[in-house]
């Protein structure tokens, strides 16, 4: 009897030592209003957000969204140039978002 309850004990640990350790992968996209509004669920993180964020994961092959924000232009590394001549300016800068997904 003892030492099924000591193989449940190890195998229930294992199991949940596994769990603790699932995949997750962030992913930074441009938040690009579309005319369905949808970049403002992710940018502002309204619960419309989850729905959209979940769907992106899923199309990634993830489970589902751990969560979902706008990232900022400086948080990027190397994403975009910061010259002078280049840097972005006035209302056709895009907006990037940051969702986080796992298995």
Not at 23 to 35: L, S, W, Y
């Amino acid at each position: 009897m003892r030492r099924v309850i000591v193989a449940s004990s190890v195998a229930a640990f294992l199991f949940t030592a596994a769990a603790a350790h699932a995949e997750r992968r962030i992913f930074i996209i441009a938040n690009n209003p579309d005319g369905y509004g949808v970049d403002r669920c992710l940018a502002t993180g309204e619960p419309c957000g989850k729905m959209v964020a979940n769907s992106y994961c899923r199309s990634r092959e993830f489970a589902q969204a751990l969560s979902f924000r706008k990232v900022d232009r400086d948080d990027i590394t190397s994403a975009v140039s910061m010259s002078d001549a280049d840097a972005c300016r006035g209302a056709g800068c895009e907006d990037y978002v940051a969702i986080e997904c796992a298995r």
